[in-house]
């Protein structure tokens, strides 16, 4: 019975729920929460910041919408509280902005809105911009063969470090890494810091980037830009004429070559799906249990402290998961991507 | 009218199911990773963090597989 004051205050800690119930009063009026809409309403794109609400008000930052119609063509520059009289949110689109036209359809206009994924996306390059001149001015003032950086800087250099060596040296090879060096650098960089900026509840965070499909697709396009357009022609004979036997090359039918042209577009694919379902997950089970707190709350008294309690320290163990996915997903995307574009300029080998 | 009912009830239960076992398949994938990594790690100790790297690294490779079944069931659900 060493800790017998520990055990007793953690016991006197996990039943203080149960002393509430004697005092409830039963709340009435209220709608539930409904959490897949908040959740849903998170994760999705939007034309305002949205901060908190309190009792039905709502704090936000009205972000710039800037449309061009395609009745008149003319530009409009605005927000989203002083839309012009032809355009309209349409409820059945997700709330995108659509046009009315003269004939009477509605038709969607080039909009080039700074929604808040591109708003947050402009805030993790100035961040990334920051560090990384601040850290190459150092190098500029030592010399790095003398002596090695310490503190930010040193922590810089170990990532920049692993990924230049660990990865792109090591998987593209010692002939071509340096061409794709700086791709692959930036694009760890970039999903690294947008998913841990992801992770911040509030604003200048908080907005979910990688967790937008089209976000990921167009990283994945990036890479099968830089792997097919880098090509070497033996990367192509070994798609379409491989050396494997006649029957699964040509007759009855092309089996391995088609095959591998699939292959060219799945693989991107996966890249694209990997990073996108893992974000998204991981921010939608973060929301569902911040949400649980709010629900417990609207439940009475003892059920809010004791689900606040729970919630609370699930959040803390989802927090620190995510920031384990956020760099293993960084990581993950950069290592198959320095695989595939090494893979592009395959070495000529075929037995003599 | 039972029947479009049924039918869609027997669309959203696939979805739920289909989800459901790409789950069970991401646990089994991800437990035998993490065992053959417990056995390499009591084997050899003094590799244990090249070991571990290479565990997270195979345990997202397979949780990406899984995550797909999951998103394309997420979509089908109305």
């Known amino acids: ?352 | 009218m039972i029947s479009s009912l049924l039918l869609d009830g027997i669309a959203a239960m696939g979805c739920g199911l289909g989800a459901g076992l790409a789950t069970i398949g991401a646990g089994l994938g991800i437990g035998k990773i993490g065992g053959n990594a417990m056995d390499a790690i009591a084997r050899q100790p003094e590799a244990s963090s090249t070991i571990m790297t290479n565990m997270i690294l195979t345990a997202a490779f397979v949780e990406g597989v899984a995550l797909f079944a999951v998103v394309a069931c997420a979509f089908l659900i109305k």
């Open chain 1, 1 to 352: 019975m060493k800790h017998i004051k520990s055990i007793l205050l953690l016991v006197v800690v996990a039943l203080l729920p149960l002393s509430s119930f004697a005092s409830e009063e039963k709340k009435e009026g209220g709608e539930g929460i409904n959490i897949p809409e908040i959740v849903l309403e998170h994760l999705a794109d939007a034309y305002e910041w949205h901060i908190c609400s309190y009792e039905g008000k709502h704090l936000s930052i009205p972000l710039p919408i800037i449309v061009r119609s395609s009745a008149t063509g003319e530009w409009t520059f605005c927000t989203e509280h002083s839309l012009p009289q032809n355009f309209f949110f349409n409820q059945e689109k997700h709330g995108k902005i659509y046009e009315n036209m003269p004939d009477g359809t509605v038709e969607r206009p080039l909009d080039l809105s700074i929604t808040k994924s591109v708003a947050q996306i402009w805030i993790v390059v100035a961040i990334l911009i920051t560090i990384f001149l601040s850290c190459a001015r150092w190098y500029k003032k030592h010399d790095c063969k003398q002596e090695a950086p310490s503190g930010f800087v040193g922590c810089m250099e170990m990532l920049v470090m692993m990924i230049h060596d660990d990865v792109a040296k090591a998987l593209v090879g010692e002939a071509y890494y340096r061409r794709y060096a700086p791709y692959l650098m930036t694009v760890f960089f970039f999903i690294f810091t947008t998913n841990l900026v992801g992770l911040i509840p509030i604003f200048p965070g908080g907005g979910n980037v990688t967790g937008n499909i089209n976000i990921t697709f167009f990283l994945a396009i990036c890479t099968m830009i830089a792997v097919n357009f880098n090509g070497n022609k033996e990367y192509w004979k070994e798609i379409f004429w491989p050396e494997v036997p006649l029957f699964l090359k040509a007759y009855p039918a092309p089996l391995i070559p088609v095959i591998e042209l699939v292959g060219i577009f799945t693989k991107p694919f996966a890249l694209m799906v990997r990073l996108f379902a893992n974000m998204m997950a991981g921010h939608a089970v973060i929301l569902s249990f911040t949400c649980i707190i709010f629900l417990g709350w609207s439940m009475g008294t003892a059920y809010g402290i004791g689900l606040n309690l729970f919630s609370g320290l699930m959040l803390l163990f989802m927090n620190l998961v995510e920031v384990l996915v956020a760099f293993v997903q960084a990581y993950v995307f950069t290592l198959l991507s320095a695989v595939f574009i090494g893979l592009s300029r395959p070495a000529h080998h075929h037995a003599e």
